[in-house]
């Protein structure tokens, strides 16, 4: 199988992680009883029916074995996704859903509810010339003085009406998964292929009112806001990985500012919102514009 | 004062299924049966470290008058109103001696 999300590195050293392409068979689904998730021996185990079973293990190892005549594109999605958020965990490095942007050298994670325009902010950003770090798993690396994000493969996910407010026309972009109506675009030519510091978290949020507005949180709702955005945390139990992760967004949430960005629901210019964003990274402190 | 004050030489501990961290040295707990979120403070993470295994209050008082400027008397009311808001929320269990 190729993943033309995937680009290489020239002159990398390692293999950072190895996927592994098993035959397809008829009962990969047989060691699943009611749940399509399950912990055997420190391997993560994910059954999507019709599709594939993959493990992940190590946080370097990913073993997929997919249904006979399985869609490929759907196999693909769930390997860059939830295989890749599980792979995060594994490796002590915390994913949050959404886009991350860079500004001056410094990362902005744009996170939020699925609709909530988080791609369609981030596709306007990279048309403004501002470098994506990453589009829809965001990996923090937390050190002992630095939270730092690591890039993700170069595609964005963007909803079809996303596009057409772009400009963009749907018919240049295969469809990435036949039922939901979301195009990959690549974008090769602005992804930020460093790791690069996080200096704040930006929640996406619909909203009634006419103009969009911008709010920094306080220390426990920009917790909150961490913890209903970790990438997948579902799965944090199973994996026994719940105090890391709450102590992970603790440590975000004291030292990054975290804010709320409203935005309209409809009719509302993704350009307005960059502009909200930038205006904010020009401020030490902002509270309400 | 109500009727189920704990007592002086009650046992008290903390209660199963929280997720704890500190935020700029305060203690930040959530719970995962319901999802609430409870910020101890500092001293009150101090007290929350205190009895993680089974202490009395007055365990808790000795303890504490020695870490900050604090009459006794003073620092049993306050810890034992604190410790009735971590009960009431059911943050502790209460032992009967």
């Given at each position: 199988m190729v993943l033309p999300e995937g680009f290489e590195i020239n002159g990398m050293q390692s293999v950072d992680v190895e996927i592994d392409l098993n035959p397809p068979q008829d009962n990969v689904r047989d060691s699943f009883e009611t749940a399509n998730f399950r912990v055997d021996n420190g391997r993560f185990l994910f059954h999507v029916p019709?599709?594939?079973?993959?493990?992940?293990?190590?946080?370097?190892?990913?073993?997929?074995?997919?249904?006979?005549?399985?869609?490929?594109?759907?196999?693909?999605?769930?390997?860059?996704?939830?295989?890749?958020?599980?792979?995060?965990?594994?490796r002590g490095i915390l994913p949050l859903h959404g886009s991350a942007v860079v500004i001056d050298g410094k990362v902005y994670a744009i996170v939020g509810e699925s609709g909530a325009g988080k791609s369609t902010l981030a596709a306007a950003f990279a048309r403004a010339g501002y470098p994506l770090m990453t589009d829809d798993v965001i990996a923090v690396a937390l050190t002992d003085d630095?939270?730092?994000?690591?890039?993700?493969?170069?595609?964005?996910?963007l909803w079809e009406e996303s596009i057409e407010q772009l400009g963009l026309h749907d018919r240049d972009y295969s469809s990435i998964y036949q039922r939901v109506n979301k195009y990959a675009v690549p974008i090769r030519s602005r992804f930020c292929r460093e790791a690069l510091p996080l200096a704040g978290i930006v929640e996406l949020v619909k909203s009634d009112a006419p103009e969009p507005s911008i709010q920094a949180y306080n220390r426990l709702e920009g917790l909150h806001a961490l913890?209903?955005?970790?990438?997948?945390?579902?799965?944090?139990?199973?994996?026994?990985?719940?105090?890391?992760?709450?102590?992970?967004?603790?440590?975000?949430?004291?030292?990054?500012?975290?804010?709320?960005?409203r935005r309209p629901a409809d009719g509302f210019s993704a350009f307005d919102l960059v502009d909200q964003i930038i205006r904010l990274t020009n401020k030490r402190e902002v509270v309400i514009s | 004062m109500s009727v189920d004050m704990i007592a002086l030489s009650g046992l008290v501990v903390q209660s199963q299924g929280y997720l704890v961290s500190e935020m700029n040295g305060e203690?930040?707990?959530?719970?995962?049966?319901?999802?609430?979120?409870?910020?101890?403070?500092?001293?009150?993470?101090?007290?929350?470290?205190?009895?993680?295994?089974?202490?009395?209050?007055?365990?808790?008082v000795d303890r504490?008058?020695?870490?900050?400027?604090?009459?006794?008397?003073?620092?049993?009311?306050?810890?034992?109103?604190?410790?009735?808001?971590?009960?009431?929320?059911?943050l502790i269990q209460v032992g009967k001696e």
């Open positions: 019709e599709t594939a079973v993959y493990s992940v293990a190590d946080g370097t190892h990913i073993a997929v074995t997919p249904y006979p005549g399985a869609d490929e594109a759907k196999i693909r999605l769930f390997l860059l996704g939830t295989c890749m958020g599980v792979l995060l965990m594994q630095a939270a730092l994000v690591h890039p993700s493969y170069p595609q964005q996910k913890n209903v955005h970790t990438y997948r945390n579902s799965l944090l139990h199973l994996m026994n990985r719940q105090q890391w992760q709450f102590q992970s967004i603790a440590r975000l949430a004291s030292e990054l500012p975290v804010y709320r960005l | 203690k930040v707990m959530l719970s995962i049966e319901n999802g609430k979120y409870y910020n101890l403070g500092q001293i009150g993470g101090r007290v929350w470290e205190l009895i993680e295994s089974p202490a009395s209050i007055q365990d808790v504490l008058v020695t870490e900050y400027v604090i009459e006794p008397e003073e620092c049993q009311r306050q810890v034992r109103r604190f410790l009735q808001q971590l009960k009431a929320e059911g």
